[in-house]
Nanobody, 125 residues
Framework: QVQLVESGGGLVQAGGSLRLSCAASGRTFSTDTMAWFRQAPGKERDFVAVISWIIGNTYNADSVKGRFTISRDNAKNTLYLQMNSLKPEDTAVYYC??????????????????WGQGTQVTVSS
């Protein structure tokens, strides 16, 4: 059974940091494109960051550039999101997602086959 399990969310003050993890199991994800999305109450699920399976190329949404860093450890089948300088508007449920191989429309939730259950991040002002 394929599973993605996020962890590391919580409550943090503005300006603080959190590191999210996404542990993958059930298959090898080393050749997958993996990404983070987030969804605030009453809003759509938004793209945050993506990392390719080859070379490890990354791309971040404009709203998190310079503050968030996506990375992966293929040996551990784990995806990470280091979040620094957090703002109240970063408050959301954060989801990891995966799809084998190349993903053209990496910013679209519909492009991904596998999803975690989400982890809540709350940033207080």
């Amino acid at each position: 059974q394929v599973q993605l399990v996020e962890s590391g969310g919580g409550l943090v003050q503005a300006g603080g940091s959190l590191r999210l993890s996404c542990a993958a199991s059930g298959r090898t994800f080393s050749t997958d494109t993996m990404a983070w999305f987030r969804q605030a109450p009453g809003k759509e699920r938004d793209f945050v960051a993506v990392i390719s399976w080859i070379i490890g190329n990354t791309y971040n949404a404009d709203s998190v550039k310079g503050r968030f860093t996506i990375s992966r450890d293929n040996a551990k089948n784990t995806l990470y999101l280091q979040m620094n300088s957090l703002k109240p508007e970063d408050t959301a449920v954060y989801y990891c997602a995966a799809r084998p191989g190349y993903v053209g429309y990496y910013y679209r939730p519909s492009s991904y086959d596998y999803w975690g259950q989400g982890t809540q991040v709350t940033v207080s002002s």
